[in-house]
């Protein structure tokens, strides 16, 4: 059952730890985008990364919920760095599970979950599927693993969808009238800024906002990023927690809205 949320601005910051740049390279396991040694996972910028989200995680005193694709947990030091954090399932090698049978998606599943259970000492309560690729197939399967929160879509309100709590990443409209969500991307990218989002938490009394592991140190558009590119945007991502916080927000890891 869904929990009674009291109207009292809560903020979840939320991760997807994941390979590299990730994409569709044939079939429905993700590559990394080339960089002159092809298209096969790399997973040092999200390892990088990790380590600097939890810098500002440390900085501004919160917790996030980070959802791990099980191939990159067990790859990297990435646990290291965010042990202290709710670790929830990004599936195994970031599949689009639309393009996955059933049978397929409960093996992955179960893969997923054993390899976070075992490497974290904790049973995942929840769910996030690789580009966002909302799927009402996959809830049966997850709520047999004891699975109880899926985050795979967009919108403002915490919901039920067939026995599993359905927690959207937030979106809105901005001050210009254009559709904004709150994957922090185009930040990251640098085509938007960080008080749009802040303007965005605003108009939501729960507000759930995301980034990827490997965006806080290469870009799609640019490339790697060099140290000063790195801090400003540990910078540009502590300036919204911050704002969240002295407006009010408090930030809670997502199972705490279940």
């Not at 790195?230 to 927000?249: M, P, Q, R, V, Y």
Request: proline share 3%; hydrophobic share 35%.
């Amino acid at each position: 059952m869904i929990a009674n949320i009291p109207r009292n601005m809560r903020a979840c910051f939320t991760v997807d730890l994941d390979r590299d740049v990730n994409f569709l390279d044939g079939g429905n396991k993700a590559g990394s985008l080339d960089t002159g040694k092809g298209t096969a996972p790399r997973f040092s910028s999200s390892e990088k990364g990790a380590a600097a989200i939890q810098d500002v995680l440390d900085e501004t005193g919160i917790k996030a919920t980070f959802f791990a694709e099980s191939t990159t947990l067990s790859r990297t030091k990435a646990f290291e760095s965010i042990c202290g954090n709710e670790i929830a399932i990004h599936g195994v090698d970031h599949e689009d599970i639309t393009l996955m049978n059933e049978d397929e998606m409960e093996v992955m599943f179960g893969n997923a979950f054993d390899t976070i259970t075992r490497i974290t000492g904790k049973r995942p309560k929840g769910f996030r599927a690789p580009f966002m690729k909302y799927d009402e197939r996959s809830f049966p399967l997850l709520k047999e693993l004891g699975v109880e929160y899926d985050s795979s879509s967009y919108g403002n309100t915490v919901t039920e969808i067939k026995g599993m709590t359905e927690i959207p990443v937030s979106q809105g409209i901005d001050a210009n009238g254009r559709k904004i969500a709150a994957y922090l991307w185009p930040m990251h990218e640098g085509t938007r800024s960080p008080d749009d989002y802040v303007e965005l938490a605003m108009k939501n009394s729960i507000f759930v906002f995301a980034t990827h592991t490997w965006h806080m140190t290469e870009t799609r558009g640019r490339g790697l990023m060099d140290a000063k590119e790195i801090t400003k945007n540990k910078e540009h991502l502590a300036h919204i927690i911050h704002s969240l916080l002295d407006n009010g927000f408090k930030f809670v890891e997502m199972c705490s809205l279940i």
